[in-house]
């Protein structure tokens, strides 16, 4: 649109060819314009810089998870109940960074199970908060300390090695932490490990938890036992029967066989680290006692 073929209505004072072609660039066209009188092009917003968000971890140590879980399951029982409801069962007004912050570390530690939008205790709560054994409380106490993904690979990486005493750097080199959470991070992992038993001397062992579990194998552990238990992938769980000398015998779910497992691999029998596959031999060894079935030779006998 040009100047001279449009009259505005103006303000009561004069207007010159350059406050006249500002007038018309920033009313009419919504144009900005410089000094000079000239257009130029509308500012770009800046766009925001994306945050730096850390790997995922629990954000309360595992003994606080342990002691929230065992404060739900007081109040509201093994479950469902909403996030709200688990909140005010916490002692909290509602959902807060507080409160999400326990539940959150419970789901972690595996001692909740999220299901849609509600939450229940899981069998390793079960196995902690109403054990049969000590030995059977300790082992799910150490179980859970694998749970969070950060803290099974960090566990792993240092096992029968010294905790590096700048934990807090490594995790944030090689695991994702930011800097701003890393020392919060290394603090709880360090006094999750020492409360589950696995930080002997400052050296992460593992083997700890072989030991309890082989321990309490002897006496049938309720956290292998039961084969109508499940994973949490839903595959069926074997069932431990009492130790032998050398190793851990494990029946086979809906078979007669029985494999013996070294000791050395109990705690990640406990852990569910075999589940797939030894369903996958319970499968086979019942598809090959399917085809023996059907190969006997059919009753020849006459009535």
Do not use: W
């Amino acid at each position: 649109m040009d100047a001279s073929s449009f009259t505005p209505v103006l303000p009561r004072y004069k207007y010159t060819k350059k406050r006249l072609t500002k007038f018309l660039d920033k009313r009419i066209l919504g144009v900005p314009i410089n000094d000079g009188g000239s257009k130029i092009m509308a500012d770009t917003p800046t766009p925001k810089k994306p945050k730096n968000r850390s790997t995922a971890y629990p954000g309360v140590t595992l003994e606080e998870a342990i002691e929230a879980a065992k404060l739900l399951r007081n109040n509201l029982g093994a479950g469902p109940y909403s996030r709200d409801s688990a909140a005010v069962a916490l002692g909290y007004g509602g959902i807060n960074g507080a409160s999400g912050t326990k539940i959150a570390a419970c789901v972690h530690f595996g001692l909740l199970v999220r299901e849609s939008n509600v939450y229940k205790q899981s069998e390793l709560a079960d196995q902690i908060l109403v054990a049969t054994s000590e030995d059977e409380r300790l082992v799910g106490i150490r179980i859970a300390f694998t749970k969070p993904a950060l803290y099974k690979k960090v566990a792993e990486e240092y096992n029968d090695k010294a905790l590096p005493k700048m934990l807090d750097n490594i995790l944030v080199r090689q695991h994702g932490i930011t800097e701003r959470a890393a020392k919060e991070a290394s603090s709880l992992f360090i006094k999750s490990a020492d409360y589950a038993g696995v930080l002997v001397n400052g050296v992460i062992k593992l083997s700890v938890a072989d030991g309890a579990l082989a321990n309490n194998a002897e006496t049938e552990s309720p956290a292998l036992a039961d084969n109508s238990q499940s994973q949490p992938n839903g595959a069926p769980r074997a069932a431990a029967t009492p130790a032998v000398q050398g190793g851990l015998p494990v029946v086979i779910p809906g078979t007669e066989v029985t494999i013996v497992f070294p000791m050395e691999y109990a705690f990640a029998l406990g852990t569910g680290a075999f589940t797939e596959g030894i369903k996958l031999l319970a499968d086979n060894i019942k598809a090959v006692q399917a085809v023996s079935d059907n190969e006997q030779p059919a009753d020849s006998s006459e009535e």
